[in-house]
């Protein structure tokens, strides 16, 4: 079953023409893979398993996918766009596939340059984020073309979300909210990490997630110290806090829940007076989500508020960014950040410190749409819990 509707993938497409109308470009190579999705998913609705890939877009004409012989009949299946070519370069290295038809860089321009004319400049998206030899061969096989990296004017395309993408985000937060009653309800002492993180993928698994942005975090006592912790066998001790996580996919686009829970089902007063840190933090960054506010802007309050209460040494992520096919993408609206937030976007609020003597790391995260008027909830269930007392 294909997840990107026809007139989403069309109006994606025709937004990369005008990149390469607009900077005399005669195709864009779009690279992805299993680690970096995003960008490939963003045109296709789809990601292969095991081998990486390019989108091909020509200024003109038709699309393909650039892959190998074992996702071929997958994106055939599953992709919004379905012309495929393979080729070595996105190849499970060593593998023989003898009955695949594989293509090499001069068989491609001799196709190209049949229906394009001849193809003097490229851009390319997501180059550093290529394997060293897959960007090698690439640059080798384009030999006498000009290569423009355009991966900074790509990705502002997915800054701003449609009502479609934004409509498949709130669907997964709510799979979010179901994961997190899963998990909630599963904790107690004596409980194994898996086992929560298990009763969170499963609540959403069943109920329709089509993946997941990152690995279910559950991390116990001192574990939650490794800001993303996945889950373990270590068993849930009395008295111990529990910092959750996870991210249900609908459709490629991601939800998020964070929490940060008693093992023994009540605070005791000193955690009590720690979430209360967390949740003015999360007030404040809030107050801050509307049109036309920076980033540092965003980041300030919260920050100063940390360093008010001794927090701030412990700080290691900022408090908002951006959510959509990946459960954390740019725009990052950190101290240093001039990126300014417009209605479209799809924001998290993630408050959060780790290596606190006291309390380890912690964590509270829930998402938010930006309107005209500021943030709306994609969980009001999590941003009242979040930002209540």
């Known amino acids: 079953m294909r997840s990107l509707e026809c007139s989403e993938s069309d109006a994606r497409l025709a937004k990369v023409r005008e990149i390469l109308e607009s900077k005399n470009l005669d195709l864009a190579l779009v690279y992805y893979d299993e680690f970096n999705i995003g960008n490939g998913w963003y ?36 992709s919004a766009i379905t012309e495929t070519r393979n080729f070595p370069v996105f190849m499970v290295p ?14 491609l321009f ?14 390319l998206v997501g180059a550093g984020r290529m ?36 409509d498949q985000i709130a669907a997964a937060f709510q799979l979010a909210d179901h994961s997190y009653d899963a998990m909630r309800a599963k904790i107690r002492p004596g409980i194994s990490e898996i086992e929560v993180a298990a009763a969170g993928e499963y609540a959403a698994r069943s109920r329709g997630a089509n993946g997941f942005g990152f690995s279910a975090i559950v991390g116990s006592g001192k574990r939650s110290n490794a800001v993303v912790p996945t889950a373990s066998s270590k068993r849930l001790e009395a008295g111990e806090m529990v910092m959750i996580g996870i ?76 959510i959509g096919l990946h459960e954390a993408e740019s725009p990052f609206f950190g101290p240093h950040s001039t990126d300014m937030l417009k209605p479209g976007m799809a924001t998290c609020i993630d408050v959060s410190f780790f290596g606190h003597p006291e309390f380890n790391g912690v964590r509270i995260e829930t998402g938010y749409r930006i309107t005209e008027k500021g943030a709306a909830p994609f969980s009001p269930k999590m941003d009242a819990l979040l930002t209540g007392d």
């Not at 296709?44 to 074992?70: D, H």
């Open 43 to 78: 045109l296709t609705g789809w990601c292969p398993q095991f081998e990486s890939g390019a989108v091909l877009v020509p200024r003109k004409g038709t699309p393909m996918i650039l892959g190998g012989p074992e996702s071929e009949p997958f994106a055939k299946l599953d």
């Open 94 to 107: 060593d593998e023989e596939y003898p009955n695949a038809t594989i293509l090499d860089f001069p068989a």
């Open 110 to 123: 001799k196709e190209l340059n049949a229906k394009l004319g001849t193809v003097r400049r490229v851009g």
């Open 131 to 166: 394997p060293a030899d897959a960007h090698r061969q690439i640059v080798e096989g384009f030999k006498g073309v000009e290569l423009v990296d355009i991966t900074g004017d790509y990705v502002q395309l997915r800054f701003a979300k449609s009502a479609w993408e934004l």
């Open 247 to 322: 991210s249900p996919k609908v459709r490629g686009y991601a939800g998020v829940v964070g929490d940060t829970l008693p093992a023994s089902g009540e605070y005791r007063a000193n955690q009590k007076e720690c979430l209360k840190h967390l949740k003015e933090a999360f007030r404040l960054t809030k107050a801050q989500l509307l049109p036309g506010k920076i980033g540092k802007e965003i980041d300030a309050p919260a920050r100063a508020y940390f360093t008010k209460h001794n927090l701030l040494k412990y700080l290691v992520c900022p408090f908002v960014h951006t």
